[in-house]
């Protein structure tokens, strides 16, 4: 999973990125203090993963990561050269949604680019900064296509589809919100990769004293809470500052430092929860004496697709797969004693792997 990290400028982007991937990004209180974009790898932390090595010995253990991708703050004015961030918007063309973080408390020490925190204010000027930049795409591509379209109808059919958008667009309306039911126009619509028609994660940053009861208290939460249902987008609460601090701090540390904070996870544990549910992801689980391994698929993947994740000669030549839900394996203590109580079960073609699942698969090339 890769997730691209927007924002304005001195709103907690960069402290947000180097707190998740502890890679040291510059942080300053000045705008466009990252030059370059910056990318980090994360490992998604899941105690199945732990207690399953265990109980298998096994030498290693591999979780599922999520690759960030922090871009300059974007300003008002960006798609036509203002400050930095427009530049790097390709840099985000490719991920699987963006975290958009927004400012959510009052710094008199913290510069706000537009004078004062207003959230919605801030969503819409970076929504605006990347649908000019989806036109711009839709710009070329329409340059590309108008020259073939006289001649050829499948090119006028994609040609009137791109000026459709296009004029959405330019209405001040976000891709996502587009409709068609024509499945070619929707298979065009997708590898145009539009910024605007990814799914969003809003990062509402906030003081220490809005972590507690997860910023229902804040009413700035709240407008960004209300405004990300209009969207269908996922909403978390975060204190970067407070996540820089943890992301130092070993493992029990941190568990103390949450505890006294009245929190039961970090912001890390909370984005990995909303990217999931809003990508529709879940995880299954391989074990043994080599390594224990996560694998993230889809939701409603079936088994030999799955089994394809790890090698395509494993979903080309898929006979069945051995499947125990996580804690029932657990409950049990050993493999041997899930199969004994008929916990294990074969499935074939159709099976929907479900989160949790600790699969064998059985395959013949």
């Given at each position: 999973?890769?997730?691209?990290?927007?924002?304005?400028?001195?709103?907690?982007?960069?402290?947000?990125?180097?707190?998740?991937?502890?890679?040291?990004?510059?942080?300053?209180?000045?705008?466009?203090?990252?030059?370059?974009?910056?990318?980090?790898?994360?490992?998604?932390?899941d105690e199945r993963l732990d207690n399953l090595t265990k109980m298998y010995d096994s030498k290693r253990t591999v979780p599922a990561v999520i690759e960030f991708v922090d871009i300059a703050g974007l300003v008002k004015g960006a798609s036509k050269g203002e400050g930095l961030g427009n530049q790097f918007l390709s840099n985000i063309r490719e991920v699987d949604a963006i975290v958009h973080v927004v400012r959510c408390f009052e710094n008199s020490n913290i510069v706000h680019v537009d004078g004062s925190v207003n959230p919605l204010r801030d969503i819409e000027t970076i929504n605006f900064e990347l649908i000019f930049?989806?036109?711009?795409?839709?710009?070329?591509?329409?340059?590309?296509?108008?020259?073939?379209?006289?001649?050829?109808?499948?090119?006028?059919?994609?040609?009137?589809?791109?000026?459709?958008?296009?004029?959405?667009?330019?209405?001040?309306?976000?891709?996502?919100?587009?409709?068609?039911?024509?499945?070619?126009?929707?298979?065009?619509?997708?590898?145009?990769?539009?910024?605007?028609?990814?799914?969003?994660?809003?990062?509402?940053?906030?003081?220490?004293?809005?972590?507690?009861?997860?910023?229902?208290?804040?009413?700035?939460?709240?407008?960004?809470?209300?405004?990300?249902?209009?969207?269908?987008?996922?909403?978390?609460?975060?204190?970067?500052?407070?996540?820089?601090?943890?992301?130092?701090?070993?493992?029990?540390?941190?568990?103390?430092?949450?505890?006294?904070?009245?929190?039961?996870?970090?912001?890390?544990?909370?984005?990995?929860?909303?990217?999931?549910?809003?990508?529709?992801?879940?995880?299954?689980?391989?074990?043994?004496?080599?390594?224990?391994?996560?694998?993230?698929?889809?939701?409603?993947?079936?088994?030999?697709?799955?089994?394809?994740?790890?090698?395509?000669?494993?979903?080309?030549?898929?006979?069945?797969?051995?499947?125990?839900?996580?804690?029932?394996?657990?409950?049990?203590?050993?493999?041997?004693?899930?199969?004994?109580?008929?916990?294990?079960?074969?499935?074939?073609?159709?099976?929907?792997?479900?989160?949790?699942?600790?699969?064998?698969?059985?395959?013949?090339?």
């Amino acid at each position: 999973m890769k997730l691209g990290i927007v924002g304005l400028p001195n709103v907690g982007k960069s402290t947000l990125f180097n707190s998740l991937t502890k890679a040291g990004a510059e942080s300053a209180n000045y705008p466009f203090c990252t030059i370059d974009p910056n990318v980090g790898i994360v490992m998604v932390p899941d105690e199945r993963l732990d207690n399953l090595t265990k109980m298998y010995d096994s030498k290693r253990t591999v979780p599922a990561v999520i690759e960030f991708v922090d871009i300059a703050g974007l300003v008002k004015g960006a798609s036509k050269g203002e400050g930095l961030g427009n530049q790097f918007l390709s840099n985000i063309r490719e991920v699987d949604a963006i975290v958009h973080v927004v400012r959510c408390f009052e710094n008199s020490n913290i510069v706000h680019v537009d004078g004062s925190v207003n959230p919605l204010r801030d969503i819409e000027t970076i929504n605006f900064e990347l649908i000019f930049s989806d036109i711009e795409v839709l710009d070329r591509r329409i340059a590309k296509t108008v020259r073939g379209a006289k001649n050829d109808k499948t090119l006028a059919k994609e040609l009137a589809l791109l000026n459709r958008i296009k004029e959405h667009l330019e209405a001040g309306k976000l891709a996502k919100t587009f409709e068609t039911d024509d499945e070619e126009e929707l298979e065009w619509f997708e590898s145009y990769n539009l910024l605007t028609a990814k799914p969003v994660i809003f990062a509402a940053n906030v003081n220490e004293d809005d972590l507690a009861d997860d910023g229902a208290s804040n009413e700035w939460v709240q407008k960004v809470v209300d405004y990300a249902k209009e969207f269908d987008s996922e909403v978390f609460v975060i204190c970067a500052q407070i996540e820089q601090e943890i992301s130092e701090l070993d493992d029990e540390e941190k568990k103390l430092f949450l505890e006294d904070l009245g929190l039961k996870e970090s912001g890390l544990e909370k984005l990995i929860r909303a990217s999931y549910s809003l990508l529709g992801l879940i995880s299954y689980i391989t074990a043994g004496e080599q390594e224990t391994k996560a694998w993230t698929i889809k939701k409603g993947t079936k088994a030999p697709q799955a089994a394809g994740k790890i090698h395509s000669d494993f979903e080309r030549g898929f006979i069945r797969a051995e499947v125990v839900n996580y804690e029932h394996l657990m409950e049990q203590g050993s493999m041997n004693a899930a199969k004994e109580k008929g916990l294990v079960r074969s499935e074939g073609k159709d099976y929907v792997v479900q989160d949790g699942d600790v699969i064998l698969f059985k395959f013949n090339v």
